[in-house]
């Protein structure tokens, strides 16, 4: 008889092996880091500037260089430059964070050499074209104040602001004034700047044709991008003095909330267990946050956590919108919740329960070239390799009730917090 | 290509095994055949709502998230107009926990009221935060009835109004389960490590015994030819206009959806695509405009949406719209344009069969298609498709009274 009772044999996942990437240098200096790994065959290949807004000193300058990169070079066109990719089915992403900048092509291999020579293009020569600049920075004008309706827009950038001051690069976002630019040259100048080899790293990921390593170097391995480092800036946050806020839109019919603290990043000694502890809290759908406010009182559609970390510093949050009227009740929970956190032990089976779902989750996360290859980027951009995550794994099967009490209460007290609320007055 | 093999269990359950070796993981997905078409009329967003329930627990088991978290895995699922669909992965060495959480709650729920109400409010809170408050969040809530007169697609899948869910009581949903959680109505695929043997044996183990059968027949009514333009302006607090034009065309195994897709490839696909280009970046009328068809089980829509510049009209914007329409109507596509969206198909396969839960998924919608061996036929069929199949796909299917146009109108 089936016995459907009792779940079948769970089998603890010991070893973990990852996979290092190859790494080798070009002759300009830049580093690559390289897994030849996946069953197709197609590439990812990633350009890495320190390009972020920390470097920037105009509010649209990163973000603004990294989006027009694409829009024209001295040799062609925005338009040709799309053609071209759409043509060869290849795939640009660019990106800006706060520390970095990121352009990544995805690309068959059998296209390889046109699309590289676009991607060259782009990197080395962009040349900000006027009208396309204006376009698009109409488009992100517009973008924008559709945003600036959304509560959890609204409580996203505003949050930052509250713990790293509206001056500082990880408190600033960018407002409807700072879009009205003049000054269009100041892509040029940033691009000039920051987008050279000796600010540059590349991550590559799939399978790896013949000859590979030379194409790069023919590309992108040559003086003639090479440029001088800029000095490392460095800037004091100026946390706010008021630890709750309430942003009013009165037509909402959900409160966007946002709470969280400064804290720090990969390069802390408590950063892995406070992964882990936050991984319990709001960081997967069986989590504290998610059974109390979500599958118990039905308060939201999804409530998560996080800590973000940047080179200097990092936050963590929780978020959720809520149904305007349960919006005092619902914080009253999340303050419940880290309360519990800090005061009581964690069970043996809750925390057998988040072990394991973290290293499946892992196991995952390093399922295939391009999940290796974003796995890698978080830990390269800390200064680590791979090893890391056996560092992590290894902690995570060791951590105790005790220490977790112990973060809580050190960084999780919802006194020490800020709080941020935009809805509807209730 | 994506190798598989299949079986169907003697309950009627259709189950299809692809082997990837190069990964830990493996993918299991279960398709349930129900979608929002099916709800009666006055309890529409049902199968969202179930979708949800379907986590309450089940007979044997209170909880369903509790035991994959604990043996490493992940899940979660999607309803639309045709479809419910359930997916997981796990280390492949706890496979079987995957058997036995799914095939107890294809076996039956718990149907506990409190998962009910608790997931009632939680739905309704999805809806507000998707659709409700949302800036442009209720649009397809209009286009859709605008659109579809007869046929249920005049509804979106979260429903046509949070009290439809709200109003959701414990003998519908007993009467949804059993009518449509079924073996005979699933698809089931298996991707990763495994081999055949071991997942027949595996599934005759677990959803071998699950005896029962809510045979129905699916008559839904067609939506009959639409005969005359038609107009919706509504004034929503937005900060600009936007504008949303629909025209039915075929079902999504019909042969002419290929040429129909690739119409709207040639439109939007990529930055190169004649909208962007021409409407977003010279002629700056719309900060974005979009083409796409909604690639349904029964006659579906092309789409074609997007965003006005401030200052521009809408007659300014519709006119540019047609003018590119009237051209797909006119001219032959040259072939470099052709060959550039026929390369996009095959580049967009070769990345979707890197994951074998993109596989799993892909494998159990083409079956539910009809045949999971259409995938592998997929690049063919829109490499055959010639400049002058685009010329009467696109007179078929772009005339005004085909069309229906939704104003979305700042205030």
New interface residues.
Partial sequence: M?N??S?????T?DQISIMEPEKYTLDNGIDVYQFDS?????LMIELIFKAGTWQQEEPFSALGTNLML?EGTKALT??QI??K???????LETSVEKDHAFVTL?T?NKHLTETLTVLEDIIKNASFPEQ?CS?II??QR??L??NM???SYLARTRFTSLLFGRQHPYGQTIQPEDLEINDTDQFARFHRLYYHAANCRMLVAGKIPAGFQMLLQQHFGGNDWLRELQPEVHFAAAPSAEKEIFIQKD????SAIRMGREMFNRNHPDFIAMHFLNTLLGG???SRLMSNL?????????IGSGIVPFDHSGFFFISA???SQVTRQAVQEIENELNKLCSEDVNEKEL??VR??L???F??SI????ALADRYRDVLLSGYDMNYYNQMLEIERNITPRQLRELAARYLNPKEMYLLIAGKQA | MIEFERFTLSNGLRVLVHR?S????VAMNILYKVGSRDEDPERTGFAHLFEHLMFGGS???PKY???L??????NNAFTNSDITNYYL???K??L??A??LE??RM?NLAFSQKSL??????????F???Y?????GDAWLLLRPLAYKVHPYQWPTIGKDPSHIENARMEDVKAFYTKYYNPSNAIMVVAGDVDTEQILSLSQ??FG?IDKNGHFERLLPAEPEQNGERLLETER????DAIYKAWHMCDRNNSAFYPADLLSDILS?????RLY?NL??KQ?LF??LNAYVTGDADNGLFVING?L??GVTFEEAEKAIGYEISRLCKEPVEP?EL??VK??V???M??S???VLDKAMNLAYYEFLGDAGMINQVVTHYNTVTDSDLLTAANRIFSNQNCSTLRYKAI
Wanted: aromatic share 10%.
């Fill in positions: 089936l459907r009772n779940q079948p044999a769970i089998h996942l996946g069953t197709q065959d197609l694409r925005s338009q799309s053609e990719l759409d043509y060869y089915g290849a795939h995805f068959l396309e376009v109409g488009k517009q973008t104040a559709i309706q959304k509560v037509d909402a019919l959900q997967y759908f069986g979500r599958e118990d009182k039905g308060f939201t559609y999804g919108e809520v149904g057998e329960l394991n779902y290293q499946g989750s196991l995952r399922d295939g070239p391009f | 990837d190069s990964t830990p993981i007979v044997n088991i998230d509790e035991p978290e604990q043996a490493g895995g992940e992965t796990i280390p060495q706890n079987e926990t058997f036995w095939s107890d076996l109400d608790v997931q009632r409010n939680v739905v309704v809170e999805e507000r935060q998707n409700l408050n949302q800036p442009y183990k677990w015994s607090n937005v900060p600009f696909a990529g930055k190169s695509g280009s977003v970046m700056q900060s974005d965003k510049m401030k470099d060959q550039k390369n996009r095959e580049s967009l070769t990345f069969e890197m994951r």
